[in-house]
């Protein structure tokens, strides 16, 4: 599920945001409304995205080279990491400069109850990419909730999808809230007001996905439950004990382990590259993200002065 980094999900949150995105053009240049201008800009800010996360998932294939040994993982860290500043810029940004703008310049909306069917009918669409988001991770949330998925996650692609879906409903409504309230009143500082919250909303995501994307692209560890099943299946066999240890992910589904390992004393080289061997196929069976692993053979020197 890992190396497919839930495709699934992205395409369908791809095909649904581009033709909300058509449809909310179309709203605006029929209605004026400056909640359906933001939420236009946005889809298309998160059609952009989808196809970025898919070109991330694609170069990560690259084999490995001579300059980047260890392959091309990063890339969807990278493309995700870009993704996360797009939202920010082109959705958050653009949506808060629309809405003060609105409140600068009231101009009363036309042709209200298409922007509304218009959003009604998004809705619809971005609740079934949402739903598809969410059944993807389920496959591997595991029992950690939604929170600890989002910021333990080595996949980056669905922690992103799942953020922009919410984010994209929560959205709508706020459009949905604000052209409402200007039909109602008859006035159209409430568009901008929705507008506004939009803005403020969508900036809030991009910053936990830059943090998070931008912690994955630095490099993160193996979590502390995973470690330590890395670390009793390294100390059995003919191997005392793990003297330290480092992990890294460098790629959503490929884990890298360097650790300094005790063997027993008065083993021959034979002995030794086998105790090494049966280490690490006892780490890939329980941890199959551990693709790289290298172990430096040593001698219990604490024993020995104890």
């Given at each position: ?193 929705g507008t506004i919250c939009i803005g403020v909303l969508l900036g809030v995501i991009a910053i936990i996905l830059i943090v998070e994307m931008k912690s994955l692209l ?59 061997d049966s280490a690490e196929q006892r780490v890939r069976n329980k941890v199959p993200a551990a693709r790289l692993i290298y172990l430096e053979p ?9």
């Amino acid at each position: 599920m890992s190396a497919g980094g839930g495709t699934r999900a992205i395409i369908a949150a791809l095909v649904a945001n581009a033709g909300i995105a058509l449809a909310k053009f179309v709203g605006f240049l029929i209605t004026g409304s400056s909640s359906m201008l933001a939420e236009a800009v946005h889809s298309v800010a998160d059609t952009s995205n989808q196809g970025l996360l898919l070109l991330g998932q694609k170069t990560s294939q690259r084999k490995a080279t001579l300059n980047h040994p260890f392959g091309f993982g990063r890339d969807r860290y990278f493309y995700s990491f870009v993704v996360a500043l797009l939202l920010f810029s082109l959705g958050s940004v653009f949506a808060l400069y629309e809405g003060i703008h609105k409140l600068e310049a009231h101009e009363p909306l036309s042709s209200p109850w298409v922007a509304v069917g218009i959003l009604v009918v998004a809705i619809g669409l971005e609740t079934y990419s949402f739903r598809t988001a969410i059944v993807e991770s389920k496959l591997i949330k595991g029992d950690a909730t939604w929170w600890q998925f989002i910021r333990q996650s080595k996949v980056p692609e669905l922690p992103v999808v799942l953020l922009e879906d919410l984010g994209a409903l929560v959205g709508l409504v706020l459009a949905l809230f604000g052209v409402g309230l200007s039909m109602i009143t008859g006035d159209p500082v409430w568009d901008a007001v929705g507008t506004i919250c939009i803005g403020v909303l969508l900036g809030v995501i991009a910053i936990i996905l830059i943090v998070e994307m931008k912690s994955l692209l630095i490099g993160e560890g193996a979590a502390p439950a995973e470690l330590d099943v890395i670390v009793d299946e390294l100390a059995a066999g003919k191997v005392q004990r793990v003297i330290h240890i480092r992990t890294q992910y460098i790629g959503p589904d490929e884990l890298l382990v360097a650790a300094k390992i005790a063997l027993n004393p008065g083993l021959t080289v034979a002995e030794v590259a086998e105790a090494i061997d049966s280490a690490e196929q006892r780490v890939r069976n329980k941890v199959p993200a551990a693709r790289l692993i290298y172990l430096e053979p040593d001698l219990d020197r604490s024993l020995a002065t104890s």
